[in-house]
């Protein structure tokens, strides 16, 4: 299949990045989100992460303007008419994701590839209920999209080698890694990271460490390049209690359990990075204000 | 004898028709925004200019327009596409595989695929045109000339890098160099303007474009380049830095907090005379700003004239003197403030400028004075008239192969 113009659903943090992302190496963006609000939001959202990246030499002004120029915003679906792939970035609610995957069906072509951006829901259950399902495969990118490598390439019960061999060539358009994943909870990135974002946060919260150690310890002991408090930032604190959550219920595994700390930071409002505020403070373009190094 | 030329790149290419052996351009053309449904062909020939707008998905299909158009009865350079002879392709990077133009085969595109990790931007797309070109006009032979191919000469003392050995043969790390076949270009006519053979001359040939590389050509060969494993090294060019120590790369992505993309692109986007002076990596706006007095476009100039005079030494001193200096490209050809400013403290090699050459003077010539000892000339570089020439050789059988015994270099 040739891919030159990707859909994708949601405008969210994860949903701009992606857009930029695949806007960067020449497709076509048609992203979408609800009402006009969000999508002033995303306007401005893809803005300062392009300007932040052009005061870090990334990219060139012209380059700037090339990549705003192929990403399109809107709030009617009809628009996804012409994408050969649409990738949905909606908030990770299993009921949501469903209703999202049917509004896509409705618009697309017969051959168009519908992914689902998901980190831990099953693939097959959300595409149970649209009438396709084969059509339906999880491409779990991670955040932010222009700087990780890995894309999770999940397959549920129904998902057809074509599709699959559809999204390995997005993938591979986009100079991305993919791995193999069948369907299971959390597949391999998010269960192995946030039993370890749970674990720091309950070395923190017992007062064995202070956030900074915690996270140098895994820069310089085993090479991460961020610890996992400021990933956890990154993410968002309420996307990592949710992720754990899912998790924690579909597994019945008390090692997934969330831990209290956790919880508490999220009904503060401390969400990470996009409140200014989580194991860190942050400036509006996202910078850390303290203990940088 | 008519030769299609063909230079491709990611989303676009170029293309230039000659008839052969007159040397004369039929037509020469652009496709741009190859993949777009908006991709733009523009053509000149000698007597119309024409440009269409329509969808345009693959290299494939670019090229099926472009011999479309060139048989079209309203372009009307031929009759019909039988009439190209052979097809001549720029390719970026050789390896050590190539010294020498060559007809394409499969062994010869595996090489070429070989080559993908050395120049990942250029390669990939050299090869997609060969590939459509084959699938256009299966019968027609095709050639591939090397940017590299013309350095193949430097012994290997001037090649290596100073760095474990063992990079060298497990990842062939070592000086390529680039901008060969325009080199090459320039070196073949110094004879015709300083009325000597090359054999017995010591040329060092400055290709001053956007991308920027200096040369030192001994007895017609190259013998070393600035340019190194990739077109970074070497000069200050336009937005790209040339030479810097290494060093820099960790401690500013350190300070910075710079991801290896984001330093990639400082280095190969944002510096050089754009970096410096901040406002342009064209040469003619950094002439004109710093005519007005701005500062930091002075600094920019002095830097990158600075530059081009240490390699001139640098070259001089590796071949024990120097008796021809060309300039070429984009600003080598048409800057003579920029060559002024390189020439005028080379006097100790006994340069001396003829002022009125060098500022009215047009098109190939030489611009020091009959006494000067170091013989300096401009000569507008022609590419695709090499590559011309090469496939039209290699396909006549008249293959001109200079005799490329090892040659032991000492001066």
């Known amino acids: 299949m040739n891919i030159n113009s990707v859909g994708i659903v949601g405008a969210g943090t994860m949903g701009i990045g992606l857009a930029e992302m695949i806007a960067e190496k020449g497709l076509d963006v048609v992203l979408i989100d609800k009402s006009e609000t969000e999508l002033n939001a995303a306007r401005v959202g893809l803005e300062l992460s392009l300007d932040r990246r052009l005061t870090k030499w990334g990219i060139t002004e012209a380059e700037k303007k090339g990549i705003l120029s192929r990403i399109r915003l809107a709030s009617d679906l009809t628009h996804l008419a012409e994408c050969s792939l649409v990738v949905e970035s909606v908030w990770e609610v299993l009921e949501d994701k469903i209703q999202v995957l049917q509004q896509i069906e409705a618009v697309v072509g017969a051959e168009t590839v519908i992914a689902s951006n998901t980190s831990t829901l099953s693939i097959t259950e959300i595409a149970a209920q649209i009438k396709h399902p084969e059509r339906v495969i999880g491409l779990h990118f991670h955040y932010p999209p222009l700087q990780r490598d890995v894309v999770e390439l999940v397959r549920g019960l129904h998902t057809s080698e074509q599709t699959v061999d559809d999204a390995m060539a997005l993938v591979r358009e986009l100079d991305k890694t993919a791995v193999r994943v069948f369907e299971s909870p959390g597949y391999i990135t998010s269960r192995l990271m946030m039993p370890l974002i749970n674990e720091a946060t309950l070395i923190l919260a017992e007062g064995v460490a202070t956030s900074e150690d915690i996270d140098l310890a895994m820069k310089a002991g085993y090479g991460f390049s961020h610890g996992p408090l400021e990933l956890a930032d990154r993410f968002g604190l309420d996307s990592c209690l949710d992720i754990l959550e899912s998790l924690f219920h579909d597994t019945a595994d008390p090692?997934?359990?969330?831990?209290?700390?956790?919880?508490?930071?999220?009904?503060?409002?401390?969400?990470?990075?996009?409140?200014?505020?989580?194991?860190?403070?942050?400036?509006?373009?996202?910078?850390?204000?303290?203990g940088r190094r | 004898m008519k030769i299609l030329v063909l230079n491709c790149g990611s989303s676009s290419l170029k293309y230039q028709l000659f008839a052969m052996p007159e040397e004369a351009v039929l037509i020469k053309g652009t496709v741009e925004k190859i993949g777009s449904d908006d991709a733009i062909h523009a053509y000149k020939t000698d007597g119309q200019k024409g440009e269409t707008v329509s969808e345009i998905l693959d290299h494939r299909e670019a090229i099926r327009q472009v011999v479309a158009a060139l048989t079209s009865p309203e372009v009307g350079v031929l009759k019909e596409a039988?009439?190209?002879?052979?097809?001549?392709?720029?390719?970026?990077?050789?390896?050590?595989?190539?010294?020498?133009?060559?007809?394409?085969?499969?062994?010869?595109?595996?090489?070429?695929?070989?080559?993908?990790?050395?120049?990942?931007?250029?390669?990939?797309?050299?090869?997609?045109?060969?590939?459509?070109?084959?699938?256009?006009?299966?019968?027609?032979?095709?050639?591939?000339?090397?940017?590299?191919?013309?350095?193949?000469?430097?012994?290997?003392?001037?090649?290596?890098?100073?760095?474990?050995?063992?990079?060298?043969?497990?990842?062939?790390?070592?000086?390529?160099?680039?901008?060969?076949?325009?080199?090459?270009?320039?070196?073949?006519?110094?004879?015709?303007?300083?009325?000597?053979?090359?054999?017995?001359?010591?040329?060092?040939?400055?290709?001053?474009?956007?991308?920027?590389?200096?040369?030192?050509?001994?007895?017609?060969?190259?013998?070393?380049?600035?340019?190194?494993?990739?077109?970074?090294?070497?000069?200050?060019?336009?937005?790209?830095?040339?030479?810097?120590?290494?060093?820099?790369?960790?401690?500013?992505?350190?300070?910075?907090?710079?991801?290896?993309?984001?330093?990639?692109?400082?280095?190969?986007?944002?510096?050089?005379?754009?970096?410096?002076?901040?406002?342009?990596?064209?040469?003619?706006?950094?002439?004109?700003?710093?005519?007005?007095?701005?500062?930091?476009?002075?600094?920019?100039?002095?830097?990158?004239?600075?530059?081009?005079?240490?390699?001139?030494?640098?070259?001089?001193?590796?071949?024990?003197?120097?008796?021809?200096?060309?300039?070429?490209?984009?600003?080598?050809?048409?800057?003579?403030?920029?060559?002024?400013?390189?020439?005028?403290?080379?006097?100790?090699?006994?340069?001396?400028?003829?002022?009125?050459?060098?500022?009215?003077?047009?098109?190939?010539?030489?611009?020091?004075?009959?006494?000067?000892?170091?013989?300096?000339?401009?000569?507008?570089?022609?590419?695709?008239?090499?590559?011309?020439?090469?496939?039209?050789?290699?396909?006549?059988?008249?293959?001109?192969?200079p005799d490329r015994d090892s040659i032991s270099f000492d001066t």
């Open chain 2, 82 to 401: 039988a009439e190209i002879t052979a097809v001549g392709h720029r390719v970026v990077h050789g390896g050590e595989r190539f010294s020498l133009s060559t007809l394409i085969n499969g062994e010869v595109k595996q090489a070429i695929r070989d080559t993908f990790d050395l120049a990942p931007l250029h390669n990939p797309a050299n090869l997609l045109g060969i590939e459509a070109m084959e699938e256009v006009l299966p019968a027609v032979p095709q050639v591939a000339v090397f940017d590299t191919a013309f350095h193949q000469t430097m012994p290997m003392e001037h090649f290596l890098y100073p760095i474990p050995y063992v990079l060298y043969q497990r990842h062939k790390v070592r000086r390529y160099g680039f901008h060969g076949t325009s080199h090459r270009y320039v070196t073949s006519r110094v004879p015709a303007l300083v009325g000597r053979d090359v054999t017995g001359l010591k040329v060092i040939s400055c290709h001053i474009g956007n991308g920027a590389s200096v040369a030192a050509i001994w007895r017609g060969r190259s013998i070393d380049t600035s340019m190194g494993m990739t077109p970074l090294e070497g000069l200050m060019m336009g937005t790209r830095s040339g030479d810097i120590d290494p060093s820099i790369h960790e401690y500013v992505m350190e300070k910075e907090g710079l991801t290896f993309d984001e330093l990639n692109s400082m280095l190969n986007k944002h510096s050089g005379l754009y970096g410096v002076s901040g406002i342009t990596g064209d040469m003619r706006q950094i002439v004109e700003e710093r005519s007005k007095g701005n500062t930091r476009a002075g600094v920019a100039f002095s830097m990158y004239t600075y530059r081009i005079r240490k390699y001139i030494g640098a070259y001089a001193a590796a071949m024990n003197g120097v008796d021809v200096i060309l300039f070429t490209a984009g600003v080598g050809e048409n800057s003579p403030l920029l060559r002024r400013s390189v020439l005028e403290r080379l006097t100790y090699l006994g340069i001396e400028v003829d002022d009125r050459a060098n500022e009215e003077g047009k098109g190939e010539r030489l611009i020091t004075t009959p006494n000067s000892k170091v013989a300096v000339c401009v000569i507008p570089t022609n590419e695709e008239l090499m590559i011309a020439r090469d496939t039209n050789s290699l396909v006549t059988g008249l293959s001109t192969t």
């Open chain 1, 255 to 290: 090692k997934y359990r969330p831990a209290a700390y956790l919880r508490k930071l999220v009904r503060a409002g401390h969400l990470g990075i996009k409140s200014k505020i989580g194991f860190y403070r942050y400036d509006e373009s996202g910078e850390r204000l303290e």
